[in-house]
T-cell receptor, first 111, second 117 residues
């Protein structure tokens, strides 16, 4: 069983729509959850971190965490072509643990 | 967020030579840094965890004698690819851990693209 799984892509949405990215994890001891954005040929950039159940909003981004269901998601409202990238879900058990990454979901926002 | 730099951003070398890549945390101290490798259209692969003042911890299948890691200070970790071969050509990315607050977070450097001829 894969430790961190992301919904298979690629995901294509029209400009202005809501993009929904999903991630499940297998380790119930996971404490910290992250979403990174990676443009082609570039390194990952942290866009959201979430540590407790519920929603966390930052601008057009909302991360949602449900530890009981072992599920974390990222919503991007009013999607822009500049949001087109691979989104990586990452999870760890907390401080002093390494991150486990999903394989990423490629998002394309069409003008 | 915290800033991590890498140098060089791109390097081309001949087969058999060694290449050193530097990773620096610019505005914070990082007791732990990580080295990743990413081949085209593939996911990040963790190579090793670099701890300041102690030996690095390598992931299974990563040759410690080929990929030498030195974390000599709280702001600098280096990765040396020794006797590089074309199959070592890849995108090498470091990250640094920021601790404190609710949890810890990793920030990535911009990466180093290595091409071995």
């Amino acid at each position: 069983q894969k430790e961190v799984e992301q919904n298979s892509g690629p995901l294509s949405v029209p400009e202005g729509a809501i993009a929904s990215l999903n991630c499940t994890y297998s380790d119930r001891g996971s404490q910290s959850f992250f979403w990174y954005r990676q443009y082609s040929g570039k390194s990952p950039e942290l866009i959201m971190s979430i540590y407790s159940n519920g929603d966390k909003e930052d601008g057009r981004f909302t991360a949602q965490l449900n530890k009981a269901s072992q599920y974390v998601s990222l919503l991007i409202r009013d999607s822009q072509p500049s949001d087109s990238a691979t989104y990586l879900c990452a999870v760890n058990r907390g401080s002093n643990y390494k991150l486990t990454f999903g394989k990423g979901t490629l998002l394309t926002v069409n003008p | 967020g915290a800033v991590v730099s890498q140098h060089p951003s791109r390097v081309i070398c001949k087969s058999g030579t060694s290449v050193k890549i530097e990773c620096r945390s610019l505005d914070f101290q990082a007791t732990t840094m990580f080295w990743y490798r990413q081949f085209p259209k593939q996911s990040l692969m963790l190579m090793a965890t670099s701890n300041e003042g102690s030996k690095a911890t390598y992931e299974q299948g990563v040759e410690k004698d080929k990929f030498l890691i030195n974390h000599a200070s709280l702001t600098l970790s280096t990765l040396t690819v020794t006797s590089a071969h074309p199959e070592d050509s890849s995108f090498y990315i470091c990250s640094a851990r920021v601790t404190g607050g609710v949890g810890d977070t990793q920030y990535f450097g911009p990466g180093t693209r290595l091409t071995v001829l």
